[in-house]
């Protein structure tokens, strides 16, 4: 439950930073459009995006990528991060604290 529980947590805090990047780019360039997953993935990474597009494109299937891979980078990136990092943190619950000893 401990490593689910980190996985939440780096994932909500992946999606509030790309909740923040589309804020910052919002006021830097005046629009109000999130980022997709996919847009995100060029901008920081653009050869490992590129080297797996060819990869499921040309040794996989096109239609793979084009029917399945691309419709969910097209999704806003805080929410393909941050949803699933609320749901594993729901389903692992909190820590519940041991009591304290007052005597012995």
Same mark, same amino acid.
């Given at each position: 439950?401990? #490593?689910? &529980?980190? $996985?939440?947590?780096?994932? /909500? *805090?992946?999606? $509030?930073?790309?909740?923040?990047? %589309?804020?910052?780019?919002?006021?830097?360039?005046?629009? %109000? #459009?999130?980022?997709? *997953?996919?847009? /995100?993935?060029?901008?920081? =990474?653009? %050869?490992?995006?590129?080297?797996?597009?060819? *990869?499921? @494109?040309? &040794? +996989?299937?096109?239609?793979?990528?084009?029917?399945? #891979?691309?419709?969910?980078?097209?999704?806003?990136?805080? $929410?393909?991060?941050? /949803?699933?990092? #609320? =749901? *594993? +943190? +729901?389903?692992?619950?909190? @820590? @519940?604290?041991?009591? &304290? &000893?007052?005597?012995?």
């Amino acid at each position: 439950m401990t #490593v689910l &529980r980190v $996985i939440g947590w780096l994932l /909500l *805090l992946s999606g $509030i930073a790309a909740l923040g990047f %589309d804020v910052y780019t919002g006021f830097a360039q005046g629009g %109000d #459009v999130p980022s997709s *997953l996919g847009a /995100l993935w060029q901008r920081f =990474l653009p %050869d490992s995006f590129t080297f797996t597009q060819t *990869l499921i @494109r040309d &040794r +996989l299937s096109a239609p793979a990528w084009s029917e399945a #891979v691309e419709p969910f980078l097209a999704f806003p990136a805080w $929410i393909v991060a941050g /949803l699933p990092g #609320v =749901l *594993l +943190l +729901l389903l692992t619950g909190f @820590r @519940r604290k041991k009591p &304290r &000893r007052m005597f012995g």
